[in-house]
Nanobody, 123 residues
């Protein structure tokens, strides 16, 4: 059974930083593209960032570009999201997900999802 478990969320003041982690079990992620998504209260889930299997290609939503960095450590079966200069509008539940492709494509859905970690940014 594949499980993705996110951690690292919490309460932070605007301008602060957090680092989210996503660890997989039951599946080796080294052949998968990975992504981070978020869902704010009352809003639809949205794309945040994605990374290809090797870490050589990354993709970001315009709203987080220059502030967030996605990375991965395949030896640890882990994906990270470094979030800097956080804003109140970044408040959301953050989910990691895997895609059964080497290269990320928004045309395809994500195959496995974690249960999320909550990030709250106070003003």
């Amino acid at each position: 059974q594949v499980q993705l478990v996110e951690s690292g969320g919490g309460l932070v003041q605007a301008g602060g930083s957090l680092r989210l982690s996503c660890v997989a079990s039951g599946r080796t992620l080294s052949n998968d593209a990975m992504g981070w998504f978020r869902q704010a209260p009352g809003k639809e889930r949205e794309f945040v960032a994605a990374i290809n299997w090797s870490g050589g290609k990354t993709y970001y939503a315009d709203s987080v570009k220059g502030r967030f960095t996605i990375s991965r450590d395949n030896a640890k079966n882990t994906v990270y999201l470094q979030m800097n200069t956080l804003k109140p509008e970044d408040t959301a539940a953050y989910y990691c997900a895997s895609q059964n492709n080497f290269e990320y494509s928004e045309r395809y859905g994500m195959n496995y999802w974690g249960k999320g970690t909550l990030v709250t940014v106070s003003s």
